[in-house]
Structures are given as C-alpha cells and as structure tokens.
C-alpha cells in the first residue's frame, strides 16, 4: 500500500494503516466541508425541540441532559459516516466488487443528506412525520443509486442486492444512533 499524503495529519495515516484503508485528501475535504457542517443539524433541532416541548413531552429532562444528549448524538454521527464507509466497502467486497474506500465513503456521506435535514421539518411539526418518512425513502433510494454509480455494477439484480443490503446495514446504522441517544439519556437520567 502507498503511503498516505504527506497533508494527512499523522494520526489520521497510524489508524488508516492498521484498518488497511488509504486516507485520501478528498475524504478529509468532504468529511470537513460536508459531513461536519451537517451533522449538527439534527441535535440542534434535538435542542429546539426540548426548548419547545419538553413541558408535554419530558417535563422532567433539564436543558443540560437534553444538551448532552444532543452532544453524543452529534458524535455518534461523525463516528458512523467512516464506519458506514467501511460497512459499505466490505458489502462490495463479499460481493465480488472490490472498489477504492473514497467511493464507500462518498456513498456514505451524500446518502443520510436527507436524514441530517429532516429535522429541519419541526419548525413545521404537523409537516415532521411525513418529512422523515419522505427523508428515509429519498435515502434509500439515494443509496440504492449510489451503490449503481460508486460501484459501477453493469448487472442491474447484483446491484439491487448490494443497494438493499447496504440499506439494512444503513437502518441497522441508524437505529444503533437512536439507542445510542436513548441510552445516553438513560444514563445522564440516571
């Protein structure tokens, strides 16, 4: 394996190289300029909605459990973006379907674009239910087209097989943020 670029910090290239994975300056930029800038939306909105209906909902939840709460949301986020890359690089590999890291991690980034602006929809709530609904369908379908163009399959029921095995994953990925928030709630309730 080459090394890494020279611009890469040098922790960034130590982990890299015992995940086996090439840190390419493109995945740093649209991590920074994409991921990081979009992530916050939704434990924002996790804040406005405390702000505007913890009195009916959790009349007992302090602002500072909501913050933390919404803080380990935020973190959780950015953890699952590389992971969800590398989830999606192995489902290609057991596929038969070897492709570069950077092209799991584009997938994995543009596809929750909709889930991370979602949220944005409780400024309207009788909107926010079949805004998430609409998110989650636009998600998949963003996911399933990604895979098709990430992975350049030709063979259109190998690449619906990869695209809905992706999307499990996806779901799996995404309830697995939903307990995290749940539990660290529990945890800071506690």
Request: hydrophobic residues 60%.
């Amino acid at each position: 394996m080459d090394a890494p670029p020279a611009a890469t910090p040098r922790i960034l290239n130590r982990c890299a190289s015992d995940l086996n994975v090439e840190i390419d300056p493109a995945i740093i930029r649209l991590y920074l300029l994409y991921v990081v800038p979009l992530s916050p939306i939704p434990a924002a909105m996790m804040l406005y909605a405390w702000d505007m209906y913890h009195a009916t909902l959790l009349p007992s939840a302090p602002f500072g459990q909501a913050s933390t709460m919404a803080f380990i949301l935020f973190l959780s986020e950015l953890v699952a973006v590389p992971v969800m890359a590398s989830v999606i690089q192995t489902l290609g590999t057991a596929s038969g379907i070897r492709r570069a890291y950077k092209d799991a991690f584009a997938v994995s980034a543009v596809a929750p674009t909709l889930l991370w602006l979602a949220p944005l929809l409780l400024f309207v709530p009788s909107l926010a239910p079949w805004g998430i609904t609409g998110a989650v369908v636009a998600t998949a379908l963003l996911l399933h087209l990604g895979t098709y163009s990430a992975f350049q399959l030709e063979e259109e029921d190998r690449s619906r097989r990869l695209a809905w095995s992706i999307i499990a994953a996806g779901l799996c990925g995404w309830m697995a943020l939903i307990l995290t928030a749940l539990l660290a709630w529990g945890i800071i309730a506690a």
